[in-house]
């Protein structure tokens, strides 16, 4: 019976060497798809970044170009005094012209 144990003590003092290398190796593989994944994340975040700095400098770009073109635009009052005045200048200008057609053919 002793010898028996003994016998079963030795087989399962043969494997821990074994399982040990196992273990190791599977804590190596981890360790490896860790670092791969790790760094696949820090590239994804990197690329991530700099498609919003593009974006953000793009939307900027569009503002400014925006707020160029709002600030050139003339608002709906000053468009109404600008024609009413060009009217006013044109028919004051006719009332001249007929004036001296008038005095010409009075004169």
Do not use: H
Request: proline fraction near 1%.
């Amino acid at each position: 019976m002793a010898d028996e144990l003994s016998e079963r003590l030795a087989r399962l003092e043969g494997r821990f060497p074994e399982f040990d290398r196992r273990m190791e190796e599977r804590f190596r593989a981890s360790e490896r798809a860790s670092e791969v994944a790790l760094s696949a994340a820090r590239e994804a975040t990197s690329k991530a970044d700099s498609a919003l700095e593009k974006r953000l400098d793009n939307t900027n770009e569009w503002r400014k170009s925006y707020d160029d073109l709002a600030r050139q635009k003339q608002g709906r009052e000053e468009a109404a005094t600008r024609f009413y005045m060009t009217m006013a200048l044109s028919l004051l200008a006719l009332l001249v012209s007929i004036a001296g057609v008038v005095a010409r053919l009075r004169g």
